[in-house]
């Protein structure tokens, strides 16, 4: 490590607080944390020049690879003509292009509306204000209540963590979150009442921060169908599976079913900026219409909300997409994950492989088929080896994810399904 990255080390100690870290642990003199200094394609570099592939996409985030120069060039140019300006009471090229481009990837659909902002949290807080405010304004104002199912996870901003039914995440901060009806599954979707329910929230094909847990086939459809029965509202968490990692455009294209809110994030700019949007069907957004003195208009935006920078990346990101046939690129190696993972699956201390697309999950455990007790983080432990051998992941508690790139190849896939198998070696025996 070279003088500079020594004393940026203090700083990060002295000064810096990380998410999701016990930091006694990380500012203990033994601990080195890992600088990240660039990155290329589905690669990155320490600042020691060590190559790592990146197994988790930058949190799930990452989608053509870093260092694109289509995207970079999107957003340098657009950083030529201004980096931002408000979207209170003004509007840009890039937002309307970017709008119109979002709506016409779910054709016939009846989504025609595009709310921007920031983050997959403040994008379901989007959600679930205009649900509560349609509902008011269209005569149903009883209709303000929310589902959502257990283990799922939609942001930790105050309103969507409401939401959430992971306990680590949430159980703190419940008395001062909204009520939620919490469901296991659709045979539990009959117990709601839905006379004062506004809407349901669910990760569509497969729930991310539980364990990459998935859904049974043909659950989103049955979904829709009961939420069009009791006129409750639909809304798709698609901040993770969106933009082709679960082998479509989007998860809900599987069983072609379409939310009354679509909310999108992560990969939406490619990976590389920081930007939301809501996607809801002009029924909806008729709900807001009428003159400003009756205040039906939606009171709701951020500072950054539109950034022409994000835009930017965010229309260059679709045009890779069409340019590049990234679909087509998925689909040919999806095959290559699957044989990968069926290896893994022989492994003793592998009690599970959960799979959708580009999303893989590996749970580790015993070799007696028994769980790890959760204070040993052994799934911790196994990405820590990993990088020893050329790869960087984060678990979910023993949960292993392996989300690269979309840009990744047929070799480098092999590359991190053999660094992994290393790493359960390594750490489980």
């Given amino acids: 490590m070279t003088p500079d990255f020594e004393q940026a080390e203090e700083w990060e100690k002295r000064h810096l607080w990380h998410p999701f870290t016990q930091m006694r642990e990380w500012t203990l003199p033994d601990h080195h944390p890992l600088f990240i200094a660039s990155g290329e394609g589905p690669w990155l570099r320490d600042a020691a020049g060590n190559r790592y592939l990146d197994g988790n996409s930058s949190i799930w985030t990452n989608i053509h690879g870093h260092n694109h120069p289509r995207i970079n060039r999107a957003i340098t140019e657009q950083l030529f003509q201004i980096a931002h300006s408000s979207f209170l009471g003004l509007t840009h090229l890039p937002a309307a292009r970017l709008a119109k481009e979002l709506v016409d990837l779910l054709p016939d659909s009846g989504i025609t509306r595009v709310f921007y902002s920031d983050d997959g949290s403040t994008g379901i807080e989007v959600a679930i204000k205009m649900a509560i405010q349609y509902f008011k304004q269209t005569g149903l104002s009883k209709k303000i209540g929310f589902a959502a199912f257990n283990n799922a996870y939609h942001g930790d901003t105050l309103g969507a963590s409401s939401l959430g039914g992971i306990a680590n995440f949430h159980d703190r901060f419940a008395a001062l979150q909204f009520p939620v009806m919490r469901v296991n599954g659709l045979d539990e979707l009959d117990r709601l009442d839905a006379a004062t329910l506004a809407a349901i929230v669910i990760e569509p094909l497969i729930q991310g921060a539980a364990g990459m847990r998935t859904w049974p086939a043909?659950?989103?459809?049955?979904?829709?169908?009961?939420?069009?029965?009791?006129?409750?509202?639909?809304?798709?968490?698609?901040?993770?599976?969106?933009?082709?990692?679960?082998?479509?455009?989007?998860?809900?294209?599987?069983?072609?079913?379409?939310?009354?809110?679509?909310?999108?994030?992560?990969?939406?700019?490619?990976?590389?900026?920081?930007?939301?949007?809501?996607?809801?069907?002009?029924?909806?957004?008729?709900?807001?219409?009428?003159?400003?003195?009756?205040?039906?208009?939606?009171?709701?935006?951020?500072?950054?909300?539109?950034?022409?920078?994000?835009?930017?990346?965010?229309?260059?990101?679709?045009?890779?997409?069409?340019?590049?046939?990234?679909?087509?690129?998925?689909?040919?190696?999806?095959?290559?994950?699957?044989?990968?993972?069926?290896?893994?699956?022989?492994?003793?201390?592998?009690?599970?492989?959960?799979?959708?697309?580009?999303?893989?999950?590996?749970?580790?455990?015993?070799?007696?088929?028994?769980?790890?007790?959760?204070?040993?983080?052994?799934?911790?432990?196994?990405?820590?080896?990993?990088?020893?051998?050329?790869?960087?992941?984060?678990?979910?508690?023993?949960?292993?994810?392996?989300?690269?790139?979309?840009?990744?190849?047929?070799?480098?896939?092999?590359?991190?399904?053999?660094?992994?198998?290393?790493?359960?070696?390594?750490?489980?025996?």
């Fill in 218 to 429: 043909g659950m989103l459809r049955q979904l829709r169908q009961w939420c069009d029965r009791h006129h409750v509202l639909l809304v798709f968490d698609e901040v993770m599976t969106g933009f082709g990692r679960t082998g479509r455009m989007f998860a809900c294209q599987h069983e072609g079913v379409i939310p009354d809110f679509l909310v999108l994030a992560k990969g939406l700019t490619g990976g590389y900026l920081p930007l939301a949007a809501t996607l809801t069907t002009e029924a909806i957004y008729d709900g807001f219409l009428g003159d400003f003195s009756e205040l039906r208009a939606f009171f709701y935006g951020h500072s950054y909300t539109a950034n022409p920078l994000g835009c930017a990346a965010a229309l260059a990101s679709l045009q890779v997409f069409r340019e590049e046939r990234v679909l087509e690129h998925v689909a040919s190696v999806i095959p290559v994950l699957e044989e990968g993972l069926e290896q893994l699956k022989q492994l003793p201390c592998v009690r599970d492989v959960r799979q959708i697309g580009m999303i893989a999950g590996i749970e580790v455990g015993a070799a007696d088929g028994i769980t790890f007790d959760w204070r040993e983080r052994m799934g911790a432990k196994v990405c820590v080896a990993a990088r020893d051998f050329g790869l960087l992941t984060r678990p979910i508690q023993d949960v292993v994810v392996f989300m690269p790139p979309l840009c990744v190849s047929r070799d480098e896939i092999r590359f991190g399904i053999e660094v992994i198998g290393k790493a359960v070696k390594t750490v489980c025996g």
